[in-house]
Antibody
Framework: QVQLVQSGAEVKKPGASVKVSCKAS????????IHWVRQAPGQGLEWVGM????????SNAQKFQGRVTVTRDTSSTTVYMELTSLRSEDTALYYC?????????????WGQGTLVTVST | SYVLPQPPSVSVAPGQTARITCGGN??????VFWYQQRPGQAPVLVVY???DRPSGIPERFSASNSGNTATLTISRVEAGDEADYYC????????FGGGTKLTVL
């Protein structure tokens, strides 16, 4: 079965960086884009960015341009999301999720979420 | 940027039908996805490509999309359906609605 397992919770100071991992299993890693979506406490869902594990193509939300980098390691079937220059507003649960299909840009499997807390 | 307004809350008695709307300029021309998120859990895809259900999602969940409104319909509502529901489209990026809290009375 499809599984996306994320790394553990992180606590960072403002201005620092965080790198969250997402290990995929149970399907052909290069056949589905992986997206990152975040959810601030008590708030809705917000798209962060995505990667095509096959060729490495990435796209990020305009809001995070210059601060977020999504990468992948095909040998370990793991996707990474790095967010720099952290501020308190970045405190959120970060999810990785698998895209349904090349032509269907929805998310059919989700990781368990990684809580990133930015605090002095 | 593209916006997907959703009602903040919908309440329905058990056994009744809940309808959750998702607005958007000419949303009928886009593929709409719906997610259910129970408290403390990751979202779950309940409808994809406007009206298709992933395997394992009950037939009680149906959806439509036309004009400027997409609608998720939950028939014979059960207590376990109480959750937040989000619509989503792709428009130069992934766009989510603000979410609707479904309360089962």
């Amino acid at each position: 079965q499809v599984q996306l397992v994320q790394s553990g919770a992180e606590v960072k100071k403002p201005g620092a960086s965080v790198k969250v991992s997402c290990k995929a299993s149970g399907y052909t890693f290069t056949s589905h884009y992986i997206h990152w979506v975040r959810q601030a406490p008590g708030q809705g869902l917000e798209w962060v960015g995505m990667i095509n594990p096959s060729g490495g193509y990435t796209s990020n939300a305009q809001k995070f341009q210059g601060r977020v980098t999504v990468t992948r390691d095909t040998s370990s079937t793991t996707v990474y999301m790095e967010l720099t220059s952290l501020r308190s507003e970045d405190t959120a649960l970060y999810y990785c999720a698998r895209q349904v299909d090349t032509g269907l840009v929805g998310l059919d499997s989700w990781g368990q979420g990684t809580l990133v807390t930015v605090s002095t | 940027s593209y916006v997907l307004p959703q009602p903040p809350s919908v309440s329905v008695a058990p056994g009744q039908t809940a309808r959750i709307t998702c607005g958007g300029n000419n949303i009928g021309s886009k593929s709409v996805f719906w997610y259910q998120q129970r408290p403390g859990q990751a979202p779950v895809l309940v409808v994809y490509d406007d009206s298709d259900r992933p395997s394992g999602i009950p037939e009680r969940f149906s959806a439509s999309n036309s004009g400027n409104t997409a609608t998720l319909t939950i028939s014979r509502v059960e207590a376990g359906d109480e959750a937040d529901y989000y619509c989503q489209v792709w428009d130069n990026g992934m766009i989510f609605g603000g979410g609707t809290k479904l309360t089962v009375l």
